[in-house]
């Protein structure tokens, strides 16, 4: 008689994957867990205490815990603090508009145009900024615009000048241009070099010239890179408090300033923080805003 053939042991096929599934969440929150509560600790709850401070009130220049819309009304309500909120609005979007449109063709050359070995040490040397302290580069900034600063030396001998930058809008996103600029570029340079070379080859194949290749080819494929590059640029200058207070006179003030001023006057905190929710509210609408513009489907044309 045959001896009947051995089934196959599928019982142990289940605790297989389910032991694997119970490894993958214990590595998952074993690495996950410290960034997690780091959030928590140093933003979360700095972040809620923030915003119950704007519910508190100051009597005999000391903080009050309280339960009062007093700051909110008088903030959202004040004209100061109106103008102040388009002012930096305003100025934080053309930040992002000047550097999103200067920086292009400085990434595009870094991404086509030159050798890797080249492409490195650009890269690095766009890096290199950041090793110094933001406030130290604005400084060096007032050197060139100043009445008597280098580009005034060489303006005026030649009938040009003298250029008035500093106390002004214009030294304010001048500033903000040294803050965001060097990001800017590295960001675009490595969403263009992400560009899968093949759709640009054939681009060209089909007629297309440089130009429109650009256009219709490499800003799609890099639409992602492109728009988180600006969204980084609006968010560093709408909250920037160095270049409008020593490039930008601190007149009209921004949002940064209106805080130091609501601290300085009264030692009024709760006003303070009334202005720095609004300031986060706004850059988190702004950024999801961007993010879905940047990740949402295109319509087909039909």
């Known amino acids: 008689m045959s001896e009947p053939l051995p089934t196959p042991d599928t019982g142990s096929a289940p605790l297989k994957g389910t032991s694997r599934r119970a490894t993958e969440a214990r590595f998952a929150v074993f690495w996950g867990a410290p960034p997690a509560l780091w959030q928590a600790a140093f933003f979360l709850v700095p972040l809620g205490f923030l915003v119950a401070m704007t519910f508190w009130s100051v009597k005999n220049f000391r903080l009050t815990p309280d339960a009062t819309l007093a700051n909110w009304m008088f903030i ?19 930040t992002a508009a000047i550097a999103s449109v200067a920086a292009f063709p400085a990434a595009y050359t870094l991404a086509y145009k030159v050798s890797p070995a080249v492409r490195r040490f650009m890269i690095f040397m766009l890096v290199v900024p950041f090793f110094t302290s933001y406030p130290v580069r604005i400084y060096s900034t007032q050197i060139f615009f100043s009445p008597q600063g280098i580009i005034n030396t060489v303006l005026v001998p030649l009938g040009l000048g003298p250029l008035h930058v500093l106390n002004t809008p214009t030294g304010t996103v001048v500033g903000y241009l040294v803050l965001t600029l060097p990001l800017v570029v590295l960001l675009q340079t490595f969403a263009l070099a992400n560009v899968p070379r093949i759709l640009i ?84 609408v702004v950024m999801l805003v961007m993010i879905g513009f940047a990740y949402g489907r295109r319509k087909e044309k039909a």
């Open 76 to 94: 959202l309500n004040a004209g100061f603090f109106r103008n102040a909120y388009v002012y930096t609005f305003w100025l934080s979007a053309l």
């Open 201 to 284: 080859e054939a681009a060209h194949n089909l007629g297309c010239g440089r130009l429109r290749t650009i256009w219709t080819v490499i800003i799609p494929s890099a639409r992602i890179g492109l728009i988180v590059a600006g969204t980084f640029a609006f968010v560093l200058a709408f909250g920037d408090y160095v270049a409008p207070t020593y490039l930008g006179g601190s007149k009209p003030p921004t949002l940064s300033i209106l805080i130091a001023d609501q601290v300085k006057s009264g030692n009024n905190w709760p006003r303070a923080s009334v202005v720095a929710v609004m300031m986060i509210v706004t850059l988190m």
